[in-house]
């Protein structure tokens, strides 16, 4: 060598220079390859399968496994199948709600009739609405707080339907040092660590947490009913629409006879125990 | 019948129309569908385990080719509200408009009747695998479109035609409410090139890229073997008007919704008219039989192309021998001089 | 002096010619349009990665990186066939000519000298190849003496020699298909791509990888030789890399002195003096004080022009 450098340089440059030719021959080796490349085979024995193989199939490596056994569903993720009217941008998720964090946006599947109508309010009130029922009337508050952002006001402007307003309903304890029903700092705490831990509990262990979790709820048949609130008799609706921002124009809607009489002939034709949302847990 | 049904969509239009600030964007909605349907929340998830969201964006649907015809128009098996779950749509279905130019209902049976005649009917004599559920019906192409007025394209015309500028033409005569708008929208739209190379392309690569499906019906990926070739790599690579899949499967003056195989003799693709396919406007002028024999659909496969094949080995065994050969030389001399003096001979020497 | 200097001295080091002007620019031309058409196809045989899109945007669209490749291309084909003008050029004018003009032409010594011309492989190739496996396996410890250009660089050359012709080729039924398949049948544009692209890849590693190494980054001239762009190599790599042509070069610039060029000298001869630049500067002062003031030098100013 007639130009003398320190051996570790040497060393350093030989070292560095066989990598890269090692990592270069594995890029060449890939890029050369690629006419021999198949796209793989995977998924086609996954559509052999019947439909309910292929939904466990599913189950399992995908919607399962991020969701640790939990119901999440992403509103935002409509099948294409049923996407003739297009509607892909319209849905704001909620990424605030303890319950919707397990449950996701699209929590009703039981009742074949009515679930749509409930995930439709599911959209704009939050859970704990319905389903944590206030024991004497009054005992509840009422604040509309943003799904993304979290913020919380008192009223927000409902002069025209709550399309895809980024505001949900969501009650508070009147009186009292906790405001929160549901939510509170230690039930937040101790549904994450459930969360985390819940893909090694037992059956039993897990049964239990879940019973601790859902405590505060109502039973199915004493949640909030429809004709609760879609009741002509305005006085005697279970939310105070005029204290939550309704003006007489909404509310004449809310309980007027176009869906208070819906409500009253599916009761009738549809499905005569349409008024107690049971066998849900 | 009909008269007063007519008078009351009528009366229920102009109502709407005078009554609502939403006039322009709300579609007039007499059945009261949009009483729940103008909610995004409205969905739930299917017995399949897919979500479905039931919510119309109204504003949308205004804007759409349909936008005249009432939601049972095509649903119509629901007969009230509330309702059950609602069939799939027949798009053959006689819906509730007329024809311009006679009283006959409207329908899309012809379109259907081709798509009958066509390759991608499970009853066409060439297809390969008889899996019902895998042949595509309107809404497995077609989403609901809207209408588009490209207000560049009559710039050539006049440079100052704006929409706005031809409807307040047509209003001299015609009264505000009536169907101008429409009728202006329904041709201009069908001026333009529909669509977008890339979007025929992903029309067809909804099944003709999954491998599942070639492997079942015995065909080939078509759609990564298109997007390999120079036509492929065009629409791509954003060229404009480059050719896609229609341009060469669909016969100069037939419905697109006529595709056929290449082994029915009145097919673009079949072998003796195929290179005629490739003499389109803009394409490729004088060309042979030989032309069309080019192969857009390769796939390396002994069997099925074996010049293909046996080149493509010769070219990668050259390859990585020449390349692998290279490098080995090159480590070798590399660990060499990590250690300058240290051969044999010196050391038997030394 | 003919020609170039074979040797040139600089800053104290001996440079010898191993590039001459006419080789430097085809080696350019071959380089630009090389680089070009690389830029331009690869996104096009890889255009599945997300890189490609950015790179055709980059150049302007499909359009343009389709006219910059078939321009490079007819460049590069355009060079194959300068070259080999270039090639019997060099034959009649340092053989046949001076050749028959003495008389003493014959075909054993023209096969010598195309024998013994700088790229031509010979059994010296082969020698140096096997003792270059000797050292790099620890067998010796003696490097290969090699000549003008050894055998690493007859490969580069051979390589580009059968490529383009490849490349160029099936480039023209790519290019003219209609053409190509009125005398050829249509699978043979469909393997016109294959061997095309697979060539080009073969080219591009070839080049980006083993040629780059070996002629900039190897250990002795890392980071980067200048021998591209001025046609010298310094003695140091000269006579580490090229023994046979150190000696060679060194033995015509002893019976003919002209052939080399002493810069350093040239320069110190070009050097002033301490005393020479003051005197310099005074005097320009002094004509620039007469031309204000009205002297001499003012007058007849204007025939100048």
Same mark, same amino acid.
């Given at each position: 060598?007639?130009?003398?450098?320190?051996?570790?340089?040497?060393?350093?440059?030989?070292?560095?220079?066989?990598?890269?030719?090692?990592?270069?021959?594995?890029?060449?080796?890939?890029?050369?390859?690629?006419?021999?490349?198949?796209?793989?085979?995977?998924?086609?024995?996954?559509?052999?399968?019947?439909?309910?193989?292929?939904?466990?199939?599913?189950?399992?490596?995908?919607?399962?496994?991020?969701?640790?056994?939990?119901?999440?569903?992403?509103?935002?993720?409509?099948?294409?199948?049923?996407?003739?009217?297009?509607?892909?941008?319209?849905?704001?998720?909620?990424?605030?709600?303890?319950?919707?964090?397990?449950?996701?946006?699209?929590?009703?599947?039981?009742?074949?009739?009515?679930?749509?109508?409930?995930?439709?309010?599911?959209?704009?009130?939050?859970?704990?609405?319905?389903?944590?029922?206030?024991?004497?009337?009054?005992?509840?508050?009422?604040?509309?707080?943003?799904?993304?952002?979290?913020?919380?006001?008192?009223?927000?402007?409902?002069?025209?339907?709550?399309?895809?307003?980024?505001?949900?309903?969501?009650?508070?304890?009147?009186?009292?040092?906790?405001?929160?029903?549901?939510?509170?700092?230690?039930?937040?705490?101790?549904?994450?660590?459930?969360?985390?831990?819940?893909?090694?509990?037992?059956?039993?262990?897990?049964?239990?947490?879940?019973?601790?979790?859902?405590?505060?709820?109502?039973?199915?048949?004493?949640?909030?009913?429809?004709?609760?609130?879609?009741?002509?008799?305005?006085?005697?609706?279970?939310?105070?629409?005029?204290?939550?921002?309704?003006?007489?124009?909404?509310?004449?809607?809310?309980?007027?006879?176009?869906?208070?009489?819906?409500?009253?002939?599916?009761?009738?034709?549809?499905?005569?125990?349409?008024?107690?949302?049971?066998?849900?847990? | 019948?009909?008269?007063?049904?007519?008078?009351?969509?009528?009366?229920?239009?102009?109502?709407?129309?005078?009554?609502?600030?939403?006039?322009?964007?709300?579609?007039?909605?007499?059945?009261?569908?949009?009483?729940?349907?103008?909610?995004?929340?409205?969905?739930?998830?299917?017995?399949?385990?897919?979500?479905?969201?039931?919510?119309?964006?109204?504003?949308?649907?205004?804007?759409? #080719?349909? @936008?005249?015809? *009432? $939601?049972?128009?095509?649903?119509?098996?629901?007969?009230?509200?509330?309702? %059950?779950? +609602?069939?799939?749509?027949?798009?053959?279905?006689?819906?509730?408009?007329?024809?311009?130019?006679?009283?006959?209902?409207?329908?899309?049976?012809?379109?259907?009747?081709?798509?009958?005649?066509?390759?991608?009917?499970?009853?066409?004599?060439?297809?390969?695998?008889?899996?019902?559920?895998?042949?595509?019906?309107?809404?497995?192409?077609?989403?609901?479109?809207?209408?588009?007025?490209?207000?560049?394209?009559?710039?050539?015309?006049?440079?100052?035609?704006?929409?706005?500028?031809?409807?307040?033409?047509?209003?001299?005569?015609?009264?505000?409410?009536?169907?101008?708008?429409?009728?202006?929208?329904?041709?201009?739209?069908?001026?333009?090139?529909?669509?977008?190379?890339?979007?025929? #392309?992903? @029309?067809?690569? *909804? $099944?003709?890229?999954?491998?599942?499906?070639?492997?079942?019906?015995?065909? %080939?990926? +078509?759609?990564?073997?298109?997007?390999?070739?120079?036509?492929?790599?065009?629409?791509?690579?954003?060229?404009?008007?480059?050719?896609?899949?229609?341009?060469?499967?669909?016969?100069?003056?037939?419905?697109?919704?006529?595709?056929?195989?290449?082994?029915?003799?009145?097919?673009?693709?079949?072998?003796?008219?195929?290179?005629?396919?490739?003499?389109?406007?803009?394409?490729?002028?004088?060309?042979?039989?030989?032309?069309?024999?080019?192969?857009?659909?390769?796939?390396?496969?002994?069997?099925?192309?074996?010049?293909?094949?046996?080149?493509?080995?010769?070219?990668?065994?050259?390859?990585?021998?020449?390349?692998?050969?290279?490098?080995?030389?090159?480590?070798?001399?590399?660990?060499?001089?990590?250690?300058?003096?240290?051969?044999?001979?010196?050391?038997?020497?030394? | 002096?003919?020609?170039?200097?074979?040797?040139?001295?600089?800053?104290?080091?001996?440079?010898?010619?191993?590039?001459?002007?006419?080789?430097?620019?085809?080696?350019?031309?071959?380089?630009?349009?090389?680089?070009?058409?690389?830029?331009?196809?690869?996104?096009?045989?890889?255009?599945?990665?997300?890189?490609?899109?950015?790179?055709?945007?980059?150049?302007?669209?499909?359009?343009?990186?389709?006219?910059?490749?078939?321009?490079?291309?007819?460049?590069?084909?355009?060079?194959?066939?300068?070259?080999?003008?270039?090639?019997?050029?060099?034959?009649?004018?340092?053989?046949?000519?001076?050749?028959?003009?003495?008389?003493?032409?014959?075909?054993?010594?023209?096969?010598?000298?195309?024998?013994?011309?700088?790229?031509?492989?010979?059994?010296?190739?082969?020698?140096?190849?096997?003792?270059?496996?000797?050292?790099?396996?620890?067998?010796?410890?003696?490097?290969?003496?090699?000549?003008?250009?050894?055998?690493?660089?007859?490969?580069?050359?051979?390589?580009?020699?059968?490529?383009?012709?490849?490349?160029?080729?099936?480039?023209?039924?790519?290019?003219?298909?209609?053409?190509?398949?009125?005398?050829?049948?249509?699978?043979?544009?469909?393997?016109?791509?294959?061997?095309?692209?697979?060539?080009?890849?073969?080219?591009?590693?070839?080049?980006?990888?083993?040629?780059?190494?070996?002629?900039?980054?190897?250990?002795?001239?890392?980071?980067?030789?200048?021998?591209?762009?001025?046609?010298?190599?310094?003695?140091?790599?000269?006579?580490?890399?090229?023994?046979?042509?150190?000696?060679?070069?060194?033995?015509?610039?002893?019976?003919?002195?002209?052939?080399?060029?002493?810069?350093?000298?040239?320069?110190?001869?070009?050097?002033?003096?301490?005393?020479?630049?003051?005197?310099?500067?005074?005097?320009?002062?002094?004509?620039?004080?007469?031309?204000?003031?009205?002297?001499?030098?003012?007058?007849?100013?204007?025939?100048?022009?």
């Amino acid at each position: 060598m007639s130009k003398q450098r320190p051996a570790f340089v040497r060393y350093l440059y030989c070292l560095a220079g066989i990598a890269f030719l090692v990592y270069s021959t594995y890029i060449v080796f890939i890029l050369v390859m690629h006419i021999w490349h198949h796209a793989p085979h995977s998924e086609a024995h996954a559509d052999s399968l019947s439909k309910e193989d292929r939904l466990y199939q599913e189950m399992l490596k995908g919607v399962d496994a991020q969701n640790a056994g939990l119901a999440y569903k992403d509103i935002g993720e409509i099948h294409k199948l049923y996407d003739f009217h297009k509607n892909e941008a319209k849905a704001v998720t909620d990424s605030k709600n303890l319950c919707v964090s397990c449950h996701g946006d699209v929590p009703h599947d039981k009742k074949k009739e009515i679930r749509a109508f409930l995930n439709m309010h599911a959209y704009f009130m939050a859970c704990e609405t319905c389903h944590i029922k206030s024991e004497t009337p009054g005992d509840h508050r009422y604040v509309w707080y943003n799904k993304v952002t979290g913020d919380e006001k008192s009223s927000i402007d409902t002069g025209f339907f709550l399309e895809d307003t980024p505001y949900k309903l969501m009650p508070l304890n009147r009186g009292g040092e906790e405001p929160r029903i549901f939510d509170t700092k230690a039930m937040v705490k101790y549904v994450g660590e459930f969360k985390n831990k819940v893909g090694e509990m037992v059956p039993a262990a897990k049964s239990a947490s879940l019973k601790v979790i859902h405590r505060p709820m109502s039973s199915l048949e004493n949640s909030v009913k429809c004709n609760e609130c879609h009741n002509s008799n305005i006085n005697e609706a279970y939310l105070p629409l005029r204290e939550i921002g309704y003006n007489d124009r909404r509310m004449a809607q809310i309980v007027g006879n176009e869906v208070a009489g819906m409500i009253d002939r599916y009761k009738e034709f549809y499905i005569p125990s349409f008024l107690k949302p049971s066998e849900e847990k | 019948m009909r008269i007063f049904f007519l008078f009351t969509i009528m009366a229920a239009g102009i109502l709407f129309g005078t009554l609502s600030a939403h006039a322009s964007s709300i579609v007039p909605d007499d059945e009261n569908c949009m009483m729940c349907h103008k909610y995004p929340g409205l969905s739930r998830v299917s017995d399949e385990g897919y979500l479905r969201q039931f919510y119309v964006d109204s504003d949308r649907y205004a804007h759409s #080719v349909h @936008t005249k015809v *009432k $939601c049972t128009g095509c649903h119509v098996d629901i007969k009230e509200i509330p309702h %059950k779950e +609602a069939k799939i749509v027949d798009c053959s279905t006689e819906c509730h408009i007329t024809m311009g130019d006679s009283a006959k209902p409207f329908s899309h049976s012809k379109i259907v009747e081709e798509l009958k005649g066509s390759i991608h009917n499970v009853d066409n004599e060439h297809v390969n695998a008889r899996i019902a559920e895998d042949f595509p019906t309107c809404t497995d192409c077609h989403s609901n479109p809207t209408y588009r007025f490209i207000t560049d394209d009559v710039r050539d015309v006049h440079d100052a035609r704006t929409q706005d500028k031809i409807f307040q033409k047509c209003s001299v005569c015609h009264d505000q409410d009536a169907s101008y708008k429409y009728y202006f929208n329904h041709v201009t739209h069908r001026i333009k090139n529909l669509s977008a190379s890339e979007d025929v #392309v992903k @029309t067809c690569s *909804k $099944c003709h890229s999954r491998d599942d499906m070639a492997e079942k019906h015995k065909l %080939k990926n +078509a759609a990564s073997t298109y997007l390999d070739t120079f036509h492929g790599k065009a629409v791509e690579f954003g060229m404009e008007n480059a050719p896609t899949c229609i341009d060469c499967h669909v016969r100069d003056g037939q419905s697109v919704h006529k595709i056929l195989s290449h082994k029915s003799p009145d097919s673009a693709t079949y072998v003796e008219n195929r290179y005629k396919s490739c003499e389109g406007e803009g394409c490729h002028a004088n060309t042979t039989r030989e032309f069309g024999l080019i192969r857009m659909h390769v796939v390396i496969d002994k069997d099925l192309y074996p010049v293909e094949f046996w080149v493509a080995l010769a070219f990668t065994v050259l390859t990585l021998g020449v390349f692998f050969l290279l490098q080995g030389l090159m480590v070798l001399e590399l660990i060499r001089i990590m250690f300058p003096n240290l051969s044999f001979r010196r050391k038997r020497n030394g | 002096m003919k020609g170039l200097p074979l040797v040139k001295i600089k800053n104290g080091e001996k440079h010898y010619l191993k590039l001459t002007q006419n080789q430097r620019v085809q080696h350019m031309f071959i380089m630009v349009t090389f680089i070009l058409l690389v830029a331009t196809g690869f996104p096009l045989k890889f255009h599945f990665y997300p890189w490609a899109k950015p790179m055709i945007e980059m150049f302007g669209g499909l359009h343009v990186t389709r006219f910059i490749h078939r321009v490079c291309g007819v460049i590069m084909v355009g060079q194959f066939f300068y070259h080999w003008y270039y090639l019997f050029k060099n034959m009649a004018i340092n053989y046949i000519i001076p050749a028959k003009k003495t008389g003493t032409f014959s075909w054993g010594e023209f096969g010598r000298f195309v024998y013994y011309s700088p790229m031509c492989p010979r059994k010296k190739d082969a020698q140096d190849i096997a003792a270059f496996i000797k050292y790099a396996l620890f067998i010796s410890d003696d490097m290969p003496k090699h000549e003008r250009f050894h055998w690493r660089e007859k490969f580069d050359y051979w390589a580009v020699f059968w490529g383009i012709p490849v490349l160029g080729i099936t480039g023209i039924f790519l290019w003219f298909p209609v053409w190509a398949t009125s005398f050829l049948p249509g699978w043979a544009v469909n393997i016109s791509y294959i061997a095309h692209s697979d060539e080009a890849m073969l080219a591009v590693s070839v080049i980006f990888i083993w040629h780059m190494y070996n002629a900039h980054v190897n250990y002795d001239k890392f980071p980067m030789s200048p021998l591209f762009l001025t046609g010298y190599m310094p003695e140091h790599l000269m006579k580490h890399e090229y023994y046979m042509e150190w000696a060679r070069i060194n033995r015509i610039v002893e019976k003919d002195p002209s052939r080399l060029l002493d810069l350093d000298k040239e320069k110190d001869a070009e050097m002033l003096t301490n005393q020479e630049k003051m005197e310099l500067i005074r005097e320009q002062i002094e004509f620039m004080k007469e031309s204000t003031t009205g002297g001499k030098y003012n007058k007849g100013g204007s025939h100048h022009e």
